[in-house]
C-alpha cells in the first residue's frame, strides 16, 4: 500500500502566520526589556541582534499572510 500525500490545505494558514505574528511580537518586546536592565553588553549585542532578525522575520510573515489572504479570497471567487 503506498502513501499518497496529503492535499494542500490552507485553510489556517493565515491564522497560524498571525500567531507567529504574534509570539514574534511578543518576543520581541521582551528582548527589549531584557535589554533595558542588563549590564551585560554581550547579552545586550545577542539581544539586538535577534530583534534585527525578528524585525526582518516580521516582514516576511507580513507578506507571506497577505499573499495567504489573497490565495483565500481567489479561491472564494471560484467556489
Known amino acids: 500500500m503506498r502513501n499518497k500525500p496529503k492535499p494542500?490545505?490552507?485553510?489556517d494558514?493565515?491564522?497560524?502566520i498571525q500567531e507567529n505574528i504574534d509570539n514574534t511580537i511578543k518576543n520581541y518586546r521582551l528582548a527589549e526589556e531584557m535589554i533595558a536592565?542588563?549590564?551585560?553588553?554581550?547579552t545586550k549585542?545577542?539581544?539586538r541582534e535577534k530583534n534585527k532578525r525578528?524585525?526582518?522575520s516580521l516582514k516576511g510573515m507580513k507578506k507571506e499572510i497577505r499573499d495567504e489572504a489573497l490565495h483565500a479570497?481567489?479561491?472564494?471567487n471560484f467556489k
Open 8 to 11: 494542500d490545505d490552507r485553510r
Open 13 to 16: 494558514n493565515v491564522d497560524k
Open 37 to 42: 536592565i542588563t549590564d551585560d553588553e554581550k
Open 45 to 47: 549585542r545577542n539581544l
Open 54 to 56: 525578528r524585525l526582518e
Open 73 to 76: 479570497r481567489r479561491d472564494d
